[in-house]
Structure formats: C-alpha cells, structure tokens
C-alpha cells in the first residue's frame, strides 16, 4: 500500500519532531515538516502531499496566509488542509473553515485521535 | 430646330422653373454644408430630382410640339421624377439612422427606380401629350401603373419610418428635427396630385406651390437644427458651455478670451465678462501665471498644479490646474486651454483629517504611558514619544518600520505573535512581561492589544499601551507580607485576649469586617486578572501540553514491552495533560464569560430549557425537580446562552449534592426587595435599592449543604469540593462572574445535613 504524504506545519520544532516520529510510527504515512511557513509551495510542489496539517498562530506568516497561498497555487488548491492549533475560539473555526479547511483540531491532541481525524478526511474526499 | 421655332413664352412655366431652380439650391448648401454625411447626400439627392422633375416641366410648358414636349418628358423630367421616392426614402432612413446595413435594399431600389426609368421610353409608359389651359402636358398609359404603385409604396414606407422613430432618438435636437422633417416630406408628397392630369383630368398642376413650402420649412430645419450629424466640432459650444469644471482660454499675452458659465458663475462673474481681462484677475498667484503662460515645447501640457482662483470679491477658492497648449499651423503658441478643478471640498477634509491627526497625536503624547498604533502588517503608524523615550529612536523614525527593525529578534516574534492573536480573535489582550531595560535592569511591563476597526467593523491594524509596573509588582509583593503580618498579629493578640471575651468578640467582628473588605478587593482584582490573562495562557499552555502528549504517545510506542509500571506512569501523565487541558479550556469559558449580548428574554423559559439539558442527570438519580414559577414575569435584559450556563451549572451543583436523592425546587417570582446588605442598599456600589421590585430565581436542593467554614469560598476560582478529576473549581466563579456582568446578584444560604439554596437576582428594565 503506498504511504499517505502528510506536511505539518508548524513553528515549534519539538513538536513536528515528535509527531513525525508517531505519525511514521504508525507505518502508513511519510511526514515532511516545516517550522517557516513562506516555504510551503516550494515544498508542497517537490513531495506533493495528501494532506497538510496547518498549525495558525506562526510568526511571520500566520496560517491563514498559508491557506490563502495554496489555495491560490495549481498545486496547492487540492490538496485538503487540517487545521491543528491551541488558538480555539469560534471566530477563528469559522474564519478557517471560510478557508476551506477539512477539519479543526485543538491541541493537545493524542496520535490515535490524529490519524483517525487524518484518515477521516481523506475518505470524504 | 431652334428655341425660337420649338418654344414659345408661357407664364406657366415661371413659377415652376423659379421652384425647380430654389430646390436645386437648397440641396446645394445643405450638401456643403457637409459632405460626407448621409443625410446631407440622400437630401441633395432629393432636391437635385425634384429640380429635374419641375425644370423638364418647365421646358414642356415651354414646348410647341407635342414631339419636342414627349422628348422633354421621356428622358428628362422622367429621370427625376422616378428618383424622387427612392430619394426622399433614403434621407429619411439616414435621418432616423436605420440606413446602416441596408446596402441591397439600396441597390434593389435604385435599379428598380431605373427600369421604370428606361420602361418610360415605350410609349405604352407615356403614350403622348395633350395641351390644358398652363399648356402641354404628359399622359400615361397602362405601363405607368406599376410605377405609381413603387412610388406609393415608398411614399407610406418614408412616412411609417418617420411615424415609428418620432420621439424615439437619443436626442431631442433629432427628434424635433423629425417632426418638421414630417410635417414637410408631407407637404411635399402632395405634389404628387400632380399626376392627376396626366390621366386626362384638368386639375391645374400645382404641385411647384407644395415644393415651394417644402423648400421653406427644410431651410428653416436647416438653418435651425442641421441636417448633418452631431460632430465634436459641432457642439463645442454646448459642451465648453455646460462642463461643470473651470475651463478658460488665454492669449499669448494671457488676456482671456473664453470663460465658460461654470467658472463665471462661481467667481460671480456675469457670461462674457471675463473676455479681454488678464488672466491675474481670476489667477492671483503671481508664480502660477507665470507657469500657465510658459511655452513648454512640443508636448505644451501642463497637468494638476495646485493654485487658487480668486472670486470678483476676492475670495480665494482652491483648484488644481491643468493647461495644453494650442498651436497655430507654423508651430507657435497661439493661446492656451485652461482647465481647473474646484478643490474647496478636497481641500477641507484634507484639513480635517490633518486636525484629527494632530488631535491623535496629541493624545498619544499626552499618554505618560508607552503607546503605539500599528497596521495589519505590524508596522508602526503612530508612536507617541514615551515610545521613542523607551526604545531610543525617535518617534518619526520608527513610522512604517515593525517590531523586527526595532526590538531584539525575540521579542520582536513574541509582540508578531500576540498582535496577531488579537487580530484574528477580535479581542482585547492584556500581558504582564518581564524585560531587560536598556541599563539592564529588570522591568515588569504590562501591555493592552486592541484591535482597530475600519468603518465596515474589518479589523485593520492594533492599538497598544504599555506601562512599566515594576514598582507596582513589588508593592504587590509588600501587601502580601503585610497580610502575613497582620494574621501573625491576629493570632498573637487572640491568644492574650482569650480571657476577655467581651473584647475578643468586638475585635473578631471588626477583624471578620476588614477581611470581607479585602476579600472583596482581592476577590473583584482576581476576576478581572483572571478573565484578562486567560485566553492568553490557554494558547501559550495548549501549545506546551500539545507536545507533552505527543511526548506521551511516543513513549508509549518506544517499546510496548516497557512493563506494566512504565505504562502506567504514562497513563497517570496523560491524564495530567488532559486535566490541565480541561481547566484552560474552562480558563477560556471564564474569558467568554465577559462577552454577552442582551436581549429581553423571559426567564422561565430559560430555566425550562436548562433543567430539560440535565434532564438525562436527574432521570434515575432520586431526584424530584419541583417548579415554582411564576406566570407573568416581566421580561429581563440577558444573555440567554450564558444565564442558561448559570442555570445549567446550579443545577448540576444540587444533583451533585444529593447522590441519594431529593427534592430540588426551582422557584421564579416578582419580589420587592426589603433586606438590605449584599448589593441591595442605598450603600456605594449597591446594584439594587431597597424596595426595587426585582425577579428572583431561587435553587434549592435537600442535598448535603455546605459547610460554613467554606461557604465563603465557594465563588472563588479553583475552589472545588469535588475530586480534582471531577470539577476545576470554576464553574462557580464563572457563574457569579456572568450574573455580575449583567448586574444581578447571586447568593447562597446552606445547612449542613439540610440542603442549599441558590438565589438570584435579576432587574427589570425600565418601563419607558
């Protein structure tokens, strides 16, 4: 079976670290990550994921900017984005699911519950 | 064959020669007038076959010999005579402008008109003369008649063409010019009746007359309304005369020699009296004449320059001016277009928006404080000077820059990061932050973010403050150890008075009174620091515990054989996590707390609707829910969603407190108020008078009662009674939060082993 692509984005290196490391684990996936958001197309283009999971609050370039610049990249706009943040506040849910975000997860947030919210957005598609 | 033996004088022939000869003419100027035009074209087409028409009848009046008149007839005054309809029909198709595309009807015609022509020939068509009274005159035989049914058929085509576009152009010049285009076509056509007598009847001929009026009213079309079409040219006059905009021309000396009504009106000069006066006389700037009479080369234009005009009473009225050159046929400046624009309105908010700007800075001056304004992007627009005191830049320096340009790396993505937090969730936050001044010491700031709204409520940017409490901190500090003292002091002074009882007793009352004074200080700073901080902490607290867990996962994945010990540590870490996941999110409900929207709401039904969402608790717990409310209830300004929440958590709270059952009554009634003491008085800070008329909502549970030791604590943040796995201690304190925002009291009375009740206060609004 070919292994699903995922890229998180995130801007705490620890914890792209650890959850490639669980998300590999768990033997169906291939995880690129990126701590500088500006970087996505380029990286989106060369490892062509699946899936992003997309931290919001960043330095620079904040999730939302993110999702505005794949969704106007031809590589970028199919590819569905999970949006992962301890920032929960209704304002933001809607301002990301305006974006076209699949689905909104709160950290903290068990690797269990990940792949099943990862795998569960793929079957939608 | 000579003029003498052919023709001989007749009067007849007169009037309808002079008629021909006018017609000839009229299509003469018109067609010079423009001759390009359609119209133009087709009407002298029109008049050049009417004069052939009358001329060749002249010339038959004048013949002696039928044979000299027949000749006359057939290859003259024929030729006009077929090519009036066709003519007249396609001036009119140009007039009403349907002409285009119509090439083939064109071509049709005029072939038609032209075999009608040659048919003339045979003498079938004009089968000889006869001679009336005015003199010779044609006769037609049977092969004229299809050629009076074309003639007929154009003739209704060109008045159903008028008819059908009168008062249907795009201006009203060429709908007037088609009604007197109609009333004349019509007078014309009835020279028509001049064919009567060519089929032997002696009706006098006197279709010249109808030419003559004919003549007469398109003249008059002509010289009143044109013929030809709307050019730039044509209409300059108009146009310079009605553009709103200042439009004046100069000489080379700058004498002026056209103003147009807009600015004579509003400088208040009477049309034409500004021609010949210099142009100084509207142009007081001595350096801006000098400009606008400048020769600049080929290209001449001179665009947008700021200047005024001054009115005929002096007042100067601000305008920007543009100007172009106007060249004669060798190249020189021959005068100049002047065109400006009335800037007064401009101008005026410009001024405003200078004032409100200077107003705002004043204002941030003024702030002893740090503050800042900042755009979305997160540069600087207005820092007051408190700011540059602080960073060491000044004020205008920093304007456009951001945070990176001016703060060290990590502060600077620490400041992005909030200012963002705060713009995505539209919400005030409020910081404490420990620094390092610029000497090295040891600052404690405190900051308010607040996003700036646009007029269409879209955040654009934040405001910010930030005040060094540094000193404050530390008198915090002091008032704890003050406490500290004043308990030791407490104890010390309770044990030597422990045999005066009397004494001891005044003592505690008034010692029990400072306390409850300072509890309800600390109590209200608490809420609000709490409330302030908390959505604050929840990010940077998630984001920590995010990896914690993930740490978690990965650990118990290193080696599922690392013993049952191992795993269980890992399980008791894990729901560490989720407990301190769970009190910030209940932080972050405290927070919401604070929002609410109002509206007139009945209480009953919000209470109805809370005991149904713990419905699923109290079915098989024991517990009998008892409603007491009132019918009639005037309606009370709140939340809705929070109140419920209120609700929704006492409720809970008596479910709690009764695992082996009980009675739990739920009462709502209109009370006049008669106790006086916890926010009811005529006391400072008292919420309602004494005697006000209120709505009561009373819980009462026959549950376990509290116990009176910690009846005072239980709206304090984090205190719980229940299992640290159960409750965060919050709910409470989340509820006295909401009733105080909506201005309403709750209190509680409880006995051990009896049960509690809850009651709550609710306002009514003013009756207007």
């Avoid at chain 2, 009807?105 to 040659?118: E, V």
């Avoid at chain 2, 037609?140 to 008819?163: D, E, R």
């Avoid at chain 2, 304004?373 to 060491?392: A, S, T, W, Y």
């Amino acid at each position: 079976m070919e292994k699903i692509k995922v890229i998180i984005v995130d801007d705490e290196d620890l914890f792209l670290k650890i959850t490639k490391i669980n998300l590999e684990r768990a033997g169906k996936f291939e995880v690129k990550t990126i701590s500088d958001a500006a970087g996505i197309l380029l990286l989106v283009k060369s490892f062509n994921p699946d899936i992003i999971l997309l931290d919001i609050l960043m330095p620079k370039t904040d999730g939302m900017e993110v999702c505005k610049m794949l969704r106007e990249d031809p590589a970028g706009k199919k590819v569905p984005i999970i949006a992962l943040t301890a920032l929960d506040t209704d304002k933001v849910r809607t301002m990301m699911y305006k974006l076209g975000v699949v689905d909104f997860l709160i950290k903290p947030i068990e690797t269990s519950e990940l792949i099943s919210r990862i795998e569960k957005a793929l079957k939608i598609r | 064959m000579s003029i003498l033996t052919d023709y001989a004088f007749n009067f007849y022939a007169i009037p309808v020669g002079v008629a021909a000869i006018s017609a000839l003419i009229l299509g003469m100027i018109v067609f010079s007038q423009d001759t390009r035009a359609p119209i133009n074209f087709f009407f002298a087409l029109s008049c050049l076959s009417v004069f052939i028409w009358l001329s060749g009848f002249s010339m038959i009046y004048l013949s002696k010999e039928s044979a000299t008149a027949l000749a006359w007839c057939r290859y003259y005054s024929q030729f006009g005579i077929i090519a009036i309809a066709p003519n007249i029909y396609f001036f009119v198709k140009a007039l009403t402008k349907s002409l285009k595309g119509k090439k083939g009807l064109l071509i049709s015609i005029y072939s038609l008109a032209f075999i009608f022509y040659l048919s003339g020939f045979n003498p079938a068509f004009v089968i000889g003369t006869t001679r009336y009274f005015w003199g010779l005159y044609p006769l037609y035989g049977p092969l004229s008649y299809p050629f009076l049914a074309f003639f007929i058929a154009l003739m209704l085509a060109t008045f159903h063409n008028l008819w059908s576009s009168r008062g249907k152009m795009e201006l009203s010049i060429e709908n007037k010019r088609i009604k007197i285009v109609f009333s004349a076509i019509l007078i014309g056509y009835a020279a028509a009746l001049d064919f009567i007598p060519t089929f032997k009847i002696g009706l006098y001929p006197f279709g010249y007359i109808n030419i003559f009026v004919w003549i007469a009213c398109m003249g008059y079309a002509v010289a009143r309304y044109k013929l030809m079409i709307l050019t730039p040219a044509l209409v300059a006059d108009q146009v310079v005369s009605l553009i709103p905009d200042f439009l004046i021309l100069v000489d080379r000396e700058g004498k002026i020699t056209m103003a147009n009504r807009a600015i004579a009106a509003a400088l208040g000069y009477k049309e034409g009296e500004l021609i010949k006066k210099p142009v100084e006389t509207v142009m007081p700037q001595k350096n801006a004449v000098k400009l606008l009479l400048s020769d600049l080369g080929e290209n001449g234009i001179i665009a947008n320059v700021e200047t005024a005009y001054r009115s005929k009473d002096g007042k100067e009225i601000p305008v920007i001016f543009s100007r172009t050159a106007i060249r004669n046929d060798a190249g020189d400046v021959a005068g100049f277009v002047v065109t400006a624009l009335d800037i007064t309105e401009r101008k005026e908010t410009e001024d405003r928006l200078r004032d409100i700007q200077l107003q705002q800075e004043a204002i941030l001056n003024n702030i002893p404080d740090i503050a800042w304004l900042k755009d979305n992007e997160g540069r600087f627009i207005m820092v007051n000077e408190p700011f540059g005191k602080f960073c060491g830049i000044r004020p205008q320096e920093i304007i456009g820059k951001t945070d990176f340009d001016i703060w060290p790396k990590e502060s600077a993505q620490r400041n992005t990061i909030y200012d963002k937090e705060v713009m995505l969730s539209g919400r005030q936050k409020s910081l404490e932050e420990s620094l390092t001044g610029k000497e090295g010491e040891k600052l404690v700031v405190e900051t308010i973010r607040t996003p700036i709204y646009n007029d269409k409520r879209e955040i654009v940017g934040t405001a910010g403050i930030a005040r060094d409490i540094t000193e404050r901190a530390k008198e915090g500090k002091r008032l704890v150890e003050v406490l500290e003292a004043e308990r030791k002091t407490r104890e010390v002074i309770t044990s030597m008075l422990e045999d005066n009882n009397q004494v001891r007793e005044k003592l505690e009352n008034s010692l029990e009174k400072l306390k409850e004074a300072q509890t309800n200080l600390v109590h209200a700073e608490k809420m609000e620091a709490v409330g302030r901080m908390a959505s604050g902490i929840a990010h940077e607290v998630k984001n920590p515990l995010g990896i914690i867990l993930q740490g978690i996962n990965y650990l118990e994945g290193v080696s599922p054989s690392v013993g049952k010990e191992i795993y269980e540590v890992l399980q008791m870490m894990k729901d560490g996590v989720k407990r301190a996941d769970g009190i910030v999110r209940a932080l972050l409900d405290f927070s919401r707390s604070q929002e609410f929207e109002t509206k007139p709401q009945d209480i009953n039904s919000i209470i109805e609707s809370s005991v149904g969402l713990v419905q699923y608790r109290i079915k098989g717990s024991g517990v009998e829910v008892v409603r007491e409310l009132s019918n009639g209830l005037p309606k009370a300004y709140v939340d809705a969603g929070r109140i419920g929440q209120v609700f929704i958590n006492l409720l809970n709270n008596a479910v709690d407190a009764m695992p082996k059952g009980g009675k739990l009554y739920v009462r709502s009634y209109l009370s006049k108020l008669k106790i006086s003491g916890n926010g009811v008085g005529g006391r400072e800070g008292d919420i309602f008078r004494l005697g006000e008329e209120a709505i009561v909502v009373e819980m009462e549970d026959t549950g376990a009662g509290i116990d009176e030791a910690i009846i005072n604590k239980i709206f304090d943040p984090f205190f719980t009674t229940k299992d640290r796995t159960e409750g965060t201690g919050l709910g409470l304190s989340i509820a006295r939060s909401i009733i105080d925002i909506h201005r309403g009291l709750i209190s509680v009375k409880s006995k051990k082993g009896e049960g509690t009740k809850f009651t709550i206060i609710f306002k009514i609004p003013e009756r207007r």
